[in-house]
């Protein structure tokens, strides 16, 4: 059962948000998002066309067994019967009714040129399909909604042909007809005027599926509902094809945040973040950081200015609390940063510096000097963390001593290129003189310092680099370029990113190598000996 009719947030990423490229999803998948979807509390899930896409059908059969939502209903999406035929004996309108949904989404056209040119029949033979349609499913017992496709478009080039489609729907029995701005590119305020005309001509429920070809899918979305649509379409982190579709997480917490809406169940809206990011999981595309509430930058502050009156009061350079979203406040540190960026990461990190000006002083003057030689720190909270400790401290935290390291790679007679590295040093009061092969230069070094320090500090066996990035920094100078290495190291409980650089590539990756171990022993809480 949806949660209340007044008002539908009906979800279609299973159905258009699939159509984005390089999304492909497996009916496990279809299942895991749904009951994501489920416990956000989405009144509607679309979970695709079957009939159409037997992966669809499929997931529609198993789905029936599989799932038992507690918020939302499931709607099967698909086409009106064809030109000259009855909707009784299209086979595709068949799979629609034995999909077991309890709505039935149609796609109409609604654009007199695309009746006539896409569908090659009468601007009347048309309003017969939809009419025939909706009344057969609604005799079947299933409740039906209208997408009435390019419908802004259709309306441009022929309003009354456009509104017919719309009155014909509701007669016909449609709960709702959603108005499709199909190629995404109307603007906010001619979409609102046409959904008032819409809905002062007719009185039919209107909905709003809007595309982001324009930018304006979310924006949109909103106009559509502030111009009288109670039933709004979206995907979760905006897929769809071309540009996307609107995001529904963005349209539902605005609505929820500033028009005071209530469309979720109470307190699910924050967990919006949770469930973008677990469905990002699912689609295997990286979510967006520079998503609207939920991507991990919508509430990061890099520039100083902004932290020294977040300082005072976080309100003063965000537009919402990120908690309501499910979402965090981060500082990044950078050399955009000041005193006030400084203390507050710092805070965040577990330092409190606020009573040591000294200190501050010293970190930001070090972190711009640093961030001016090619260093980032907004990406290596450790290496940043390890900066700190040196200044409250007056020390830098050392396990080991290195007295020096090397580093050759070999191509053999079978072609294959391997590394050796040597790394000698003292650790815990024992000199180590150890190599270490690997696959290139970095996973050699990698293997060697492990050797060397494991017997002092057993927990570096938890250690692993999951991942390397480099970034040439003067492009302009070839090979004798500045070189930035970023290094994440995890131990199973977490992971943490250190920064190098160098005029050597493997030279910096030694820095944010050793640098990424050290971070790691403190944060086991070994005893450097
Ligand atoms: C705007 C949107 O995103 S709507 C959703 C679109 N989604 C998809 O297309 C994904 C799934 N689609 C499919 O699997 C296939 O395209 C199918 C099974 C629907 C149809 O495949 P085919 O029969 O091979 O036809 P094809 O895709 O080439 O053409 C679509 C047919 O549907 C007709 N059609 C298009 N819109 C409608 C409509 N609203 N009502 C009825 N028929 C329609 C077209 O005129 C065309 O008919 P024709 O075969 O007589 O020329
Ligand atoms: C129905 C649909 O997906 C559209 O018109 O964009």
């Known amino acids: 059962m949806s949660i209340s009719d007044d008002f539908h947030v009906y979800d279609t990423t299973l159905r258009d948000g699939a159509q984005q490229e390089g999304l492909a999803l497996s009916v496990a998948d279809k299942l895991a998002i749904a009951q994501h979807l489920d416990d956000l509390g989405v ?7 079957p009939g159409a896409v037997p992966k669809d059908t499929e997931f529609f059969e198993r789905a029936r067994t599989e799932l038992h939502l507690r918020n939302a209903t499931f709607a099967a999406f698909g086409a009106t019967c064809k030109p000259g035929a009855v909707a009784a004996d299209d086979p595709q309108v068949a799979a629609l009714r034995e999909s077991g949904a309890a709505v039935v989404t149609l796609v109409a056209k609604s654009h007199d040129a695309h009746v006539e040119r896409a569908l090659r029949t009468t601007l009347d033979e048309n309003l017969r399909m939809v009419a025939d349609t909706i009344r057969h499913l609604r005799e079947h017992g299933q409740r039906v909604f209208l997408d009435t496709e390019h419908f802004f478009d259709g309306y441009r080039a022929n309003r009354a042909y456009a509104l017919e489609v719309v009155r014909v729907s509701a007669e016909a029995g449609a709960d709702v007809v959603a108005l499709c701005d199909t190629n995404g590119g109307t603007l906010p305020r001619e979409l609102q005027d046409v959904v008032r005309d819409v809905l002062e001509s007719t009185g039919a429920r209107l909905g709003i599926h809007a595309h982001n070809d324009g930018g304006c899918a979310v924006a949109n979305s909103i106009a559509a509902v502030e111009a009288g649509a109670t ?55 990286p979510p967006s950081n520079r998503a609207p509430y939920v991507g991990l930058s919508a509430f990061a502050h890099k520039a100083g200015l902004h932290a020294s009156a977040i300082k005072v009061d976080p309100d003063l350079y965000q537009h919402t609390d990120p908690a309501r979203v499910g979402n965090d406040m981060r500082m990044l540190v950078s050399e955009m940063a000041g005193r006030a960026s400084i203390e507050l990461k710092g805070r965040e990190l577990g330092f409190e510096l606020g009573d040591d000006r000294d200190v501050v002083g010293r970190v930001t003057e070090r972190v711009k000097e640093m961030e001016s030689r090619g260093y980032t720190f907004e990406a290596a909270d450790a290496s940043f963390s390890l900066l700190l400790t040196e200044e409250v401290s007056g020390a830098r935290t050392s396990y080991f001593d290195v007295e020096s390291w090397r580093v050759i790679t070999e191509s053999r007679a079978d072609g294959e290129a391997v590394s050796e590295a040597t790394v000698k040093l003292v650790a815990a009061g024992e000199r180590e003189v150890v190599t270490g092969e690997g696959n290139g230069p970095v996973n050699a070094l990698d293997h060697a310092l492990r050797s060397a320090i494991e017997r002092a500090y057993p927990a570096v066996n938890k250690f692993e680099l999951v991942d390397y990035k480099v970034r040439i920094l003067d492009q302009g100078h070839g090979t004798d370029a500045v070189i930035r290495v970023l290094i994440e190291t995890a131990d199973g409980e977490g992971s943490w990113v250190t920064v190098g650089v160098g005029h050597n590539i493997v030279e910096a990756s030694w820095e944010a190598l050793v640098d990424g171990f050290t971070f790691g022993l403190l944060r086991h809480q070994e005893v450097a000996r």
């Open 231 to 285: 039933h709004v379409q979206g995907t979760i982190n905006g897929y769809g094809e071309r540009t996307g579709n609107a995001d529904l997480l963005a349209v539902v917490a605005n609505l929820e945040l500033k028009r005071e809406m209530e469309l979720l169940p109470a307190g699910k809206l924050a967990d919006a973040f949770r469930i973008a990011h677990a469905i990002a999981e699912v689609t295997n595309v």
């Open 43 to 49: 009144g509607f899930i679309e979970g695709g066309w």
